[in-house]
């Protein structure tokens, strides 16, 4: 059976449609379609491509999770007309899950608190010719807010739209990490769910700092009315304490008063970046099996969830097998693991980056995860940069770059 992947030029974002072929008759999966730096018009071409492509027939659409970057996308009229057989989305999206509504609303409340210029606006888009440094950051700051919003039509197209009454499934199942699943019209392809955990420790880094005990967010709030996230008690001046109770004092150390003075700093930075951090943290990761390959599709988990999967007996064999990597968050330090690189994925690679720079996060995609895929002779893709020429990529000039095996 013929594979193909086609990654989408989505700028600072992930779509990627992969095509089954077996003799005269083809099948396709989307994974995610989003930006967070391109304009609707190239989202548009990429949604006329998926629909041309398929033929408006889709056996699976998974959503890795509910980011600008992974699901705007699918806030376009056309997909009302494509046929889908199943949907997939993390457990987290589940409505009738009351621990995933109580994330869902926690996140969604973080991000209006944090976010004050309408959805529908990309501060990323606007690219002044002269800005500080500072206002570069609070731009890419408030890009971070409105990436972790609910979009509401998007995920709407998610839960309830497409032809063809989908099956929708929020997954892995509890106690299933790892289960392989089939859909109807993939002959021949297996799909392994490792991921995101639904272990209790590992989910207090996908919820927002609340967690940490000194913030309560109600539904809305204003962003002139966000403060310090300590009360003005709490200051660091001269001592080496402050007031922790009216019984004693606590002594920060020289790494602690600064980690609290730069919070106290930047709040907003802070928090935006713990809050992106949670939703990439539910996403799916998923390992799909084809003719004896193995391709991984992790979308944008970061350390509380790969901790989990590698050091789950089922999750660790699988991944020793994959050939084919998407990396994870566009190639960001903290998306893919040192040891997963180095010790794990034990096979040549096919390593694909759905990417691009971006002034607000100039170290992504990591220069040190590049050497490191390098040094394995990996066969690498990006989609700001033109593939070498035989790696069994095709490039269509400013829409994708398709790989074939």
């Not at 992930?14 to 018009?41: M, N």
């Not at 046929?83 to 987290?92: A, D, F, L």
């Not at 001046?237 to 600064?258: L, S």
Request: neutral net charge; hydrophobic residues 40%; contains cysteine.
């Amino acid at each position: 059976m013929q594979r193909t992947i086609r990654m989408y030029k989505v700028g600072f974002g992930d779509c990627f449609l992969l095509g089954f072929h077996d003799g005269g008759s083809s099948a396709y999966v989307l994974i995610d379609c989003g930006t967070i730096t391109e304009k609707r018009a190239q989202l548009d071409k990429i949604v006329t491509d998926i629909v041309a492509e398929s033929k408006s027939k889709l056996a699976l659409v998974i959503a890795t999770h509910r980011h600008k970057d992974h699901v705007w996308g699918f806030d376009d009229p056309r997909w009302a007309d494509v046929e889908v057989g199943e949907v997939w989305m993390p457990w987290t999206e589940d409505p009738n899950d009351p621990r995933a509504t109580q994330i869902r609303d926690r996140q969604s409340a973080l991000a209006l608190a944090l976010a004050d210029e309408p959805s529908d606006r990309n501060p990323l888009e606007r690219t002044p010719a002269r800005e500080s440094n500072n206002d570069a950051q609070e731009r890419g700051l408030k890009a971070m807010a409105l990436n972790g919003l609910t979009n509401e039509k998007a995920m709407a197209t998610l839960h309830k739209g497409f032809a063809g009454t989908p099956l929708r499934h929020f997954l892995p199942l509890k106690d299933k990490i790892g289960e392989a699943r089939t859909v109807a019209g993939l002959s021949g392809v297996t799909f392994h769910v490792l991921g995101p955990t639904h272990d209790e420790k590992a989910l207090a880094s996908m919820d927002p700092p609340e967690g940490a005990g000194y913030l309560r967010w109600p539904t809305r709030i204003p962003k002139r009315q966000i403060g310090p996230p300590f009360p003005t008690r709490y200051l660091i001046t001269q001592p080496d304490y402050v007031p922790r109770t009216n019984e004693g004092r606590e002594t920060f150390r020289v790494e602690e008063r600064a980690t609290v003075r730069k919070a106290l700093e930047q709040p907003s930075g802070v928090l935006a970046a713990a809050l992106d951090k949670a939703i990439n943290n539910t996403s799916l990761v998923i390992v799909i099996e084809v003719a004896g390959q193995f391709m991984l599709f992790p979308g944008d988990a970061q350390w509380g969830s790969w901790q989990a999967i590698m050091a789950h007996p089922k999750g660790r064999t699988l991944l020793e097998k994959v050939e084919v990597l998407k990396v994870g968050h566009h190639g960001s330090h903290n998306a893919t693991p040192r040891a997963l690189i180095e010790e794990i994925l034990v096979k040549q690679q096919t390593a694909l980056f759905s990417t691009k720079p971006v002034k607000q996060w100039p170290n992504i995609p990591r220069e040190k995860l590049l050497e490191a895929l390098d040094t394995r002779h990996a066969k690498i893709a990006r989609t700001d940069q033109e593939p070498a020429n035989g790696n069994g990529f095709r490039v269509s000039k400013g829409l994708y770059i398709e790989w074939t095996a």
